[in-house]
């Protein structure tokens, strides 16, 4: 019995040291997964040249510093949490990826979401918010974030990556631009799902009551799944946490977007490295008609007559995900594109 007694003993230290050992390689695993040094960061702007605004982004470096910092800026309905969510960060986080491969980041809200300025909806539009961008990579150059960087990469997602080609196109201000989800030809059918789904916060339930103008739009509670990840998988919660996330869009600045893919060679007028980027399923983009989404070789075929040739363009599919790629189960192989074509293009530098 004595013996027996002893072998539970044992045992249930065993068990013990196990748990503790356990917990320990968990705690040791989290800081491993996000040592970045984070903070809030307001930048005051005018609007249209005029009206005093406030910007806010999250500024991320990893640790030691780096010499390049990602401006990145978020679609329609989406604010800066699109770059850095928070439900399961190993795999959907692209500011904890880029911090990891040892670039800064500077997740900003657009004008009208987030924790930035919300003016009327009517004075914003795709140009006014790449005004507003542009005064936030001055500030950034002047070292106004509190840390100096040598090179500044703008990225954007859908609204936003056509922010980031009027900005980029027009002041010629940042050293490399990466473009998700938005595309020169479009796909109509699959568009008009996304347009679709769009209804006036006032109509929402949630959204109503934040006391925002009625006029910005937002997503229709149930409609993100189909709007922004179809044909994906229906990642448990995650479809649930975008919605729980969602935001605001401005009519004007969808208005903008649009005559960018299909209209003005905004483009062309780029002259540093460009990555673009999107999800093979994207249905607002590709199509037999439209880009082509079937690999990044066909990708790189349908959008090089928009660019030229100092942009030295490189592309990359997604492939089995819709429009919205950071919260794509397999986003880690597109974090892992983007940190690969700005080391090649010297953008760590």
């Not at 859908?158 to 080609?165: D, F």
């Not at 919660?237 to 003005?264: F, I, N, Q, R, S």
Request: charged fraction near 15%; hydrophobic fraction near 40%; glycine fraction near 10%.
């Amino acid at each position: 019995m004595h013996w027996r007694h002893g072998s539970v003993k044992r045992r249930a230290g065993a068990l013990t040291f196990a748990i503790l050992l356990a917990g320990s390689l968990l705690t040791h695993a989290q800081a491993q997964a996000d040592t970045a040094s984070c903070q809030d960061v307001t930048i005051p702007v005018r609007l249209a040249g005029l009206l005093p605004q406030s910007v806010h982004g999250k500024l991320c470096e990893p640790p030691g510093g780096a010499r390049t910092v990602q401006v990145l800026v978020p679609g329609a309905t989406y604010n800066s949490v699109y770059w850095d969510s928070a439900h399961t960060p190993e795999t959907h986080s692209f500011r904890l990826a880029m911090n990891k491969a040892g670039y800064a980041t500077f997740a900003i809200d657009r004008l009208g979401t987030g924790a930035s300025s919300k003016p009327p909806s009517a004075l914003l539009t795709a140009f006014t918010e790449a005004d507003v961008v542009h005064q936030v990579i001055q500030a950034i150059r002047h070292g106004d974030l509190g840390s100096q960087f040598d090179k500044v990469i703008l990225g954007g997602h859908s609204l936003g990556a056509a922010i980031t080609v009027l900005e980029a196109g027009t002041y010629r201000d940042v050293d490399g631009v990466l473009i998700t989800g938005l595309a020169h030809r479009i796909n109509p059918p699959g568009a008009l799902v996304v347009l679709g789904s769009f209804i006036p916060v006032a109509l929402d339930p949630v959204m109503s009551r934040r006391g925002l103008d009625p006029t910005y739009l937002t997503t229709q509670p149930g409609a993100r799944y189909g709007a922004f990840h179809a044909p994906g998988i229906d990642v448990p919660g995650m479809t649930a946490y975008d919605e729980a996330t969602k935001d605001v869009v401005a009519p004007g600045e969808l208005l903008d977007a649009a005559a960018l893919a299909t209209v003005l060679p905004y483009s062309r007028r780029i002259t540093v490295p460009v990555l673009v980027a999107l999800g093979g399923g994207d249905g607002g983009l590709c199509g037999p008609l439209a880009t082509d989404c079937t690999s990044s070789a066909g990708l790189l075929q349908s959008e090089a007559p928009y660019y030229a040739a100092a942009a030295r363009l490189r592309a990359y599919v997604l492939p089995g995900y819709g429009h919205s790629i950071n919260y794509a189960p397999n986003a880690p192989d597109y974090h892992q594109a983007v940190t690969q074509w700005a080391d090649s293009m010297g953008l760590s530098r």
